[in-house]
């Protein structure tokens, strides 16, 4: 499973080696570059901005924290259209150039939609799918992703920084939002271990399970901690994230479920 960051990063970068591949014995090979390495940096830049001001709610409480993008906290189809608006202005006047940014655009597109499908495959094989983790009592249980309301994984470890710094934020999440499952995973842990860390740090959250062996993480295509998963009701995931949530990141994700919930 790539989450849309994975595949959008994927997308860019195929698209740069093809641009440079076929620039490559031409004498405006610096200037198709560079023209899209600024139209990447102002599609970033962009796509942030307006995350930040479609958020700022939650971000003027931290205003520090609109600069750190590891929340992943970006608008992504604002960000397509500045880039490649951004292309289109300065290849307008060069057909060769334009010629090049779109040969090079389709053969992306032939070569990304394939794991698109795939990941959209992937994603659909887990619905309804339970996952085998250990309870807080040593005992095995099946989580049932399909329970009629959204589900929220998150898999986590004591020794992960990432992990820890974003718990007081699930934590609140999972207060305010009773109609939603928050489901935590610890991961290749002792009990105790996760305990303590919980419990030294003042960390009080429901659904704490055990994964030994990782397994669960592996089948669900979590391959990073943290990973935090996104289930709607009827089990299917629609979004994922891996790395560390921020406030209005963790917003951002679910925010499709409480526009669900209002429209019932």
Known sequence: MMTSTALTLASILLFWFFVSFFTRSTNYQKFATDTLFWSVVAGFLVARIM??????????????????????????????????MLLFIRSRAQRKLATTYLKSAVITGVVVFPLFVVNVW????????????????????????????????????????????????????????????FIFVNQ?????????????????????????????????????????????SEGKLINSHMGELSEASLQHYLQPFLEDNNET
């Open 51 to 84: 995350f930040v001001i479609a958020l700022w709610e939650v971000y003027q409480q931290d205003w520090v924290s609109a600069f750190d993008i590891r929340d992943g906290g970006f608008n992504q189809q604002i960000g397509w259209f500045t880039g490649i």
């Open 122 to 181: 992937m994603n659909n094989q887990t619905a309804g799918k339970g996952i085998d983790v250990t309870n807080f009592e040593g005992e095995p249980e099946t989580l049932n992703l399909e329970i009629g309301k959204p589900v929220i994984i998150n898999f986590w470890a004591s020794w992960c920084p990432p992990c820890r710094r974003e718990m007081p934020i699930l934590q609140d999440a999972q207060q305010q939002h009773r109609d939603m499952k």
């Open 188 to 232: 290749s842990e002792a009990p105790a271990v996760a305990r303590a860390f919980l419990s030294k740090q003042n960390i009080e959250i429901k659904n704490v399970y055990y994964d030994f062996s990782g397994r669960s993480a592996k089948e669900l295509g979590a391959y990073g901690l943290p990973t935090t998963l996104f289930y709607n």
